[in-house]
């Protein structure tokens, strides 16, 4: 027995990580043709649009793919970013685990340094070829060009060939790789990938020229370079028990204090003192000398604690304005009636690190009706186009009871039927992917409850926005009716018994009996025209506040001619409708100037100190923010209260009302 132990021993070597990944190509994207292609493009695009934020350019990335015979294609990715130093561009393209982000605790697309390296080596694997790389900076007059493969054995760039060559750009990367593939169309295509780039990555300017030779432009919608991350350590809340152990055992701190203070983030030696106090470990003990109970009390103790959230600069959400326009800059054609502000929720932590879930629904216009809704899934801003139901996110989707919210579920759980389409967006310093091909994200608890918080946030938006049209639709239909129809009615009744007609307005309140509130706001030659029509269908004079959460700096003086009464926070306005008659009209009708379409493209509009019951177009504000400013006579009238009287409205409590989402 010991002799086949010892001929067991023999054949036990250890293998390159690149072998390992070779025989395994699957893990890393490459399973298919088909997704194999689109592997290929998405790696050097993360990579283009890293290195372009990191260096502060706005992205303008081309995107080529040639076909050459039945099933191979070249891939050609360039970009204006910083290029790549000579010495590091082998080691960059050509190493698996190679780069600078893994140990980073910053946002970034490329987290493991495998991606662009695995394309090179499945390209060599497929085709045999070489891959082709061309890099200049700034302050060199040539690029630097080679042709290069990975040595599997020893994981290791080999150069073939490199040269240095003219090239007009002034700084940038090229990037030219021959892989088995095959090209499609339809949602998961190398067309569905970049125009989620695009959506999610507003300020970069994407070409893609795709086989048929038709250049596609995804044109930039935004200016503004997302800032740059900056790298944290671990925030304390989630870290393992393993992960502490290891962190005091090479940590040069010589205290436990010290140790607290200045490897983890929003730990102050007043805080790491208390910590130690809790968990009962000498503040002055060694890190290295740390027991396994010891590190046990240390985590409960961080439990108990006050510890700040974790900072936000290490993350780069994009914002609920830039989600906004990227949708409306890509989706702009299927031409949708809503576009619910998206939610930025505030950051969280897991295992020790930040993240943040962003949200936007996109309703009606010309999106099917009959079909599934569709989950557009991001995580560091790139698409996820895989593996969509093994993801945190769509099971998160599938978990909110849709039907509160205006859309259909059948059974009451999984993705809602209806004319939709959900973005949402993970951005964290460690995304917790399922695989190295990072296809999905794992159903961390954490993530998963934050997501379905933000679903239910921007769902509630989407529901008041469909209450709001269904009650508009409701009272036009009415007031058509008995606008059109019993003027009709007492023409020719009038006209049978040879009598005038009478006078409808006291009829037409009667049966209406409604104060309706139309509202509209237009963009035209770079202009809002906001427009709000007061309809007093009641038999009695009404008197209320009414509540518009613009941009008050932003309106034209000349075009607005009824002044509010209040100006709060500089977007609270409110103006006071005296003694509105019976049958009368009133309009409010103004112009924003300086403000872009996507930044406002819905009224908010709210009244107070009226029946909620007696209201049509609008909400009632929710508490009613002015009913205090509002007494009661004995005769059930509303007065206005002398000012300075006791019980004036407080405007600060009504702007947090108008903004309590619950």
Same mark, same amino acid.
């Given at each position: 027995?010991?002799?086949?132990?010892?001929?067991?021993?023999?054949?036990?070597?250890? $293998?390159?990580?690149?072998?390992?990944?070779?025989?395994?190509?699957?893990?890393?994207?490459?399973?298919? +043709?088909?997704?194999?292609?689109?592997?290929?493009?998405?790696?050097?695009?993360?990579?283009?649009?890293?290195?372009?934020?990191?260096?502060? &350019?706005?992205p303008?990335?081309?995107?080529?793919?040639?076909?050459?015979?039945?099933?191979?294609?070249?891939?050609?990715?360039?970009?204006?970013?910083?290029?790549?130093?000579?010495?590091?561009?082998?080691?960059?393209?050509?190493?698996?685990?190679?780069?600078?982000?893994? @140990?980073?605790?910053?946002?970034?697309r490329?987290?493991?340094?495998?991606?662009?390296?695995?394309?090179?080596?499945?390209?060599?694997?497929?085709?045999?070829?070489?891959?082709r790389?061309?890099?200049?900076?700034?302050?060199?007059?040539?690029?630097?060009?080679?042709? +290069?493969?990975?040595?599997?054995?020893?994981?290791?760039?080999?150069?073939?060939?490199?040269?240095?060559?003219?090239?007009?750009?002034?700084h940038?990367?090229?990037?030219?790789? @021959?892989?088995?593939?095959?090209?499609?169309?339809?949602?998961q295509?190398?067309?569905?990938?970049?125009?989620?780039?695009?959506?999610?990555?507003?300020?970069a300017?994407?070409?893609?020229? /795709?086989p048929?030779?038709n250049?596609?432009?995804?044109?930039?919608?935004?200016?503004?370079?997302?800032?740059?991350?900056?790298?944290?350590?671990?925030?304390?809340?989630?870290?393992e028990? =393993?992960?502490?152990l290891?962190? !005091?055992?090479?940590?040069?701190?010589?205290?436990?204090?010290?140790?607290?203070?200045?490897?983890?983030?929003?730990?102050?030696y007043?805080?790491?003192?208390e910590?130690?106090?809790?968990?009962?470990?000498?503040?002055?003990?060694? /890190?290295?000398?740390?027991?396994?109970?010891?590190?046990?009390?240390?985590?409960e !103790?961080?439990?108990?604690?006050? $510890?700040?959230?974790?900072?936000?600069?290490?993350?780069?959400?994009?914002?609920?304005?830039? &989600?906004?326009?990227?949708?409306k800059?890509?989706?702009?054609?299927?031409?949708?009636?809503?576009?619910?502000?998206? $939610?930025?929720?505030?950051?969280?932590v897991?295992?020790g690190?930040?993240?943040?879930?962003?949200?936007?629904?996109?309703?009606? =216009?010309e999106?099917n009706?009959?079909?599934?809704?569709?989950?557009?899934?991001?995580?560091?801003?790139?698409?996820?186009?895989?593996?969509?139901?093994?993801?945190?996110?769509?099971?998160?989707?599938?978990a909110?009871?849709?039907?509160?919210?205006?859309?259909?579920?059948?059974?009451?759980?999984?993705?809602?039927?209806?004319?939709?389409?959900?973005?949402v967006?993970?951005?964290?310093?460690?995304?917790?992917?399922?695989?190295?091909?990072?296809?999905?994200? !794992?159903?961390?608890?954490?993530?998963?409850?934050?997501?379905?918080?933000?679903l239910?946030?921007?769902?509630?938006?989407?529901?008041?926005?469909?209450?709001?049209?269904?009650?508009?639709?409701?009272?036009?239909?009415?007031?058509?009716?008995?606008?059109?129809?019993?003027?009709?009615?007492?023409?020719?009744?009038?006209?049978?018994? =040879?009598?005038?007609?009478?006078?409808?307005?006291? %009829? $037409?309140?009667?049966?209406?009996?409604?104060?309706?509130?139309?509202?509209?706001?237009?963009?035209?030659?770079?202009?809002?025209?906001?427009?709000?029509k007061?309809?007093?269908?009641?038999?009695k004079?009404?008197?209320?506040?009414?509540?518009?959460?613009?941009p008050?700096?932003?309106?034209?003086?000349?075009?607005?001619?009824?002044?509010?009464i209040?100006?709060?926070?500089?977007?609270?306005?409110?103006?006071?409708?005296?003694?509105?008659?019976?049958?009368?009209?009133?309009?409010?009708?103004?112009?924003l100037?300086?403000?872009?379409?996507?930044?406002?493209?819905?009224?908010?509009?709210?009244?107070?100190?009226?029946? /909620?019951?007696?209201?049509?177009?609008?909400?009632?504000?929710?508490?009613?923010?002015?009913?205090?400013?509002?007494?009661? %006579?004995?005769e059930?009238?509303?007065?206005?209260?002398?000012?300075?009287?006791?019980?004036?409205?407080?405007?600060?409590? =009504?702007?947090?009302?108008?903004?309590?989402?619950?």
């Open positions: 027995m010991s002799s086949i132990a010892h001929e067991l021993a023999k054949k036990q070597k250890e $293998i390159s990580v690149s072998e390992f990944f070779e025989k395994n190509k699957q893990i890393l994207g490459f399973d298919s +043709l088909t997704r194999a292609l689109i592997t290929s493009v998405k790696e050097p695009v993360d990579n283009s649009l890293d290195a372009c934020e990191d260096a502060s &350019i706005l303008e990335i081309l995107v080529r793919v040639e076909k050459n015979d039945n099933s191979e294609y070249t891939v050609t990715v360039e970009d204006n970013g910083p290029g790549i130093v000579k010495k590091q561009v082998p080691n960059v393209f050509a190493r698996l685990l190679y780069g600078s982000r893994f @140990h980073t605790r910053a946002q970034k490329g987290q493991q340094g495998i991606g662009v390296s695995a394309v090179v080596m499945y390209g060599q694997l497929t085709t045999g070829k070489a891959t790389v061309r890099s200049k900076i700034s302050d060199e007059d040539v690029a630097y060009e080679c042709d +290069l493969i990975l040595d599997t054995k020893k994981n290791r760039p080999d150069i073939i060939k490199d040269d240095f060559v003219i090239w007009d750009r002034p940038g990367t090229s990037f030219q790789v @021959h892989v088995k593939g095959k090209y499609i169309g339809g949602k295509s190398i067309f569905e990938y970049l125009k989620g780039v695009a959506i999610v990555n507003p300020h300017k994407i070409t893609f020229v /795709p048929e030779g250049a596609i432009v995804f044109e930039r919608a935004s200016d503004q370079v997302p800032p740059p991350t900056k790298e944290i350590k671990p925030h304390p809340e989630g870290v028990l =393993g992960e502490l290891s962190m !005091a055992k090479y940590t040069e701190s010589l205290k436990m204090t010290s140790f607290l203070n200045t490897e983890f983030s929003r730990i102050s007043r805080v790491a003192r910590v130690c106090e809790l968990a009962g470990v000498p503040p002055d003990q060694k /890190p290295d000398q740390m027991t396994l109970e010891q590190a046990g009390a240390i985590l !103790a961080i439990k108990k604690v006050k $510890i700040m959230s974790p900072e936000t600069d290490c993350l780069s959400p994009i914002g609920e304005t830039l &989600i906004r326009k990227g949708l800059n890509v989706l702009g054609p299927l031409k949708a009636d809503f576009y619910a502000p998206p $939610i930025t929720r505030e950051p969280k897991f295992a690190n930040p993240f943040v879930v962003e949200v936007g629904i996109v309703y009606g =216009g999106l009706k009959e079909e599934p809704v569709q989950i557009l899934r991001f995580a560091n801003r790139v698409p996820l186009m895989y593996q969509q139901g093994a993801c945190a996110i769509t099971q998160a989707v599938e909110v009871d849709w039907r509160r919210y205006g859309l259909e579920q059948r059974g009451g759980t999984g993705i809602p039927f209806g004319p939709a389409i959900v973005l967006h993970v951005a964290s310093t460690k995304i917790p992917f399922t695989s190295e091909s990072k296809e999905a994200i !794992a159903n961390i608890p954490e993530i998963r409850e934050e997501i379905e918080l933000a239910k946030a921007c769902a509630r938006r989407l529901k008041t926005h469909l209450n709001k049209a269904a009650k508009r639709s409701k009272a036009r239909v009415k007031f058509e009716i008995v606008q059109d129809i019993i003027p009709m009615i007492a023409q020719k009744s009038a006209k049978i018994v =040879g009598k005038p007609v009478p006078k409808l307005a006291g %009829t $037409i309140t009667k049966i209406m009996n409604v104060v309706w509130i139309d509202e509209d706001v237009k963009f035209e030659k770079s202009r809002h025209h906001i427009s709000v007061i309809y007093n269908y009641t038999p004079s009404q008197s209320f506040h009414l509540h518009m959460l613009l008050f700096d932003k309106v034209d003086p000349k075009t607005l001619k009824e002044k509010p209040e100006v709060r926070e500089g977007n609270k306005v409110t103006w006071d409708i005296k003694r509105l008659a019976s049958t009368e009209i009133l309009e409010l009708n103004f112009d100037h300086g403000v872009s379409q996507e930044q406002y493209d819905e009224n908010e509009v709210y009244v107070s100190g009226i029946d /909620p019951a007696s209201v049509i177009g609008v909400e009632v504000l929710p508490g009613d923010w002015d009913l205090e400013h509002l007494k009661i %006579t004995e059930g009238a509303p007065e206005e209260k002398e000012e300075g009287e006791e019980g004036e409205v407080d405007y600060d409590e =009504g702007a947090e009302a108008i903004n309590n989402e619950e």
